[in-house]
Nanobody, 126 residues
């Protein structure tokens, strides 16, 4: 049984920072990689960032590059999403997920992921 648990969400003012954590149980992040997604009210869930299982390649969505950074601590089987210069438009529920397959490229589609965390709320006030 694979379980993912996110933490680190909260309320922050625009321009502030948050670091989200996602700890996995039952599957090695170093083998499968990890993805981060977010879903704002009334919008579809969208890809944010990810790390591939093979090679540990990192990828951040183009619109978020320069503000968001993904990293991992394989010894803790934990992934991190560092979010800086936050904007009200970043308000969403953030999810981590394990991909279905082990790949060299970071999957960016929802269907590529099979296990999901419960989500953590990030609210950015203006």
């Amino acid at each position: 049984q694979v379980q993912l648990a996110e933490s680190g969400g909260g309320l922050v003012q625009a321009g502030g920072s948050l670091r989200l954590s996602c700890t996995a149980i039952g599957r090695a992040l170093s083998t499968y990689g990890m993805g981060w997604f977010r879903q704002a009210p009334g919008k579809d869930r969208e890809f944010v960032a990810g790390v591939s299982g093979i090679g540990g390649n990192l990828y951040v969505a183009d619109s978020l590059k320069g503000r968001f950074t993904i990293s991992t601590d394989n010894a803790k089987n934990t992934g991190y999403l560092q979010m800086d210069s936050l904007e009200p438009e970043d308000t969403a529920v953030y999810y981590c997920a394990f991909p279905r397959l082990i790949t060299t490229m970071v999957p960016r589609s929802l269907i590529s992921y099979t296990y999901w965390g419960q989500g953590t709320q990030v609210t950015v006030s203006s």
